[in-house]
């Protein structure tokens, strides 16, 4: 990956580290940061690792969608949904993803922790759908990602009444899994990916196949998902060593 511009990117053995970075604009998404985000799906969709992704610590995630942009923007630009496509690639990659939110999750970049797996919270996190007020719609899977991860109802409490959601309201209705001091952020998320890594990694990533699954698809792709992992080495090694240690005790 070429050195980014809107990113900081740390890679390690187990795990991709990034953090928007576009101080000034409040962590606006850009049509730089799209192309960066495309471009580290495409390593981390051949070479796969738990994603951690956050905007730091400094009280904002992501303020949305840079607006001097989106003004400019057209009816055929919106077909072509540069934003909606970004955040599919993000749910769809093959390992897990967690954003840490610190601050505000506006617009675009609210839509954009909602494509993560997991999301942690601190304790001055808020969520929000302004887009209406801008004379447009939450367009980058907002409506049906909101409305899967906390019903209808609420869903549209948030996308048509302007409701924003605090730290607090985000762990109460499950959006968020966990909520820590800004301090503790970045900590925390990587306590998440060390408990994910202690499964196996076939088991971790088939696991987030069959929870991302169509609905139509189970239970058959469960019970694809079971057959591999019942023919892989590591489960034996696995289960012995778990009756290994129960006979030893």
């Not at 769809?92 to 942690?120: F, K, N, T």
């Not at 019942?230 to 006979?247: I, N, S, V």
Request: with cysteine; glycine share 8%; hydrophobic share 45%.
């Amino acid at each position: 990956m070429i050195a980014p511009r809107t990113l900081l990117v740390e890679h390690r053995d187990d795990r991709t580290i990034v953090t928007l970075h576009r101080p000034a604009e409040r962590n606006a998404i850009d049509a730089t940061m799209v192309s960066e985000l495309l471009e580290l799906c495409t390593e981390l969709e051949s070479d796969p690792k738990v994603l951690v992704l956050t905007g730091g610590t400094d009280g904002v995630f992501a303020g949305g969608a840079d607006i001097e942009q989106l003004q400019q923007r057209r009816r055929d630009d919106a077909f072509t949904g540069v934003n909606i496509r970004l955040f599919d690639r993000i749910r769809q990659l093959p390992m897990p993803s967690i954003a840490a939110i610190d601050g505000w999750a506006l617009g675009g970049g609210a839509e954009l922790s909602y494509a993560c797996d997991v999301r942690i919270a601190t304790t001055r996190t808020k969520f929000g759908q302004p887009e209406p007020q801008l004379g447009i719609i939450a367009g980058a899977g907002g409506p049906y990602r909101l409305v899967r991860l906390l019903g209808e109802s609420v869903a549209k409490h948030i996308l048509l009444a302007g409701k924003s959601l605090d730290a607090d309201e985000a762990l109460r209705v499950g959006l968020v899994l966990d909520i820590v001091e800004p301090h503790e952020l970045i900590e925390a998320a990587h306590a998440v990916v060390d408990r994910m890594l202690r499964g196996s990694l076939p088991a971790l990533r088939l696991t987030k196949l069959a929870v991302d699954a169509p609905p139509e698809a189970h239970p058959q792709v469960d019970l694809l998902a079971q057959a591999l992992l019942f023919e892989d080495p590591e489960k034996f090694e696995r289960m012995q060593a778990f009756l290994d240690r129960k006979k030893a005790s």
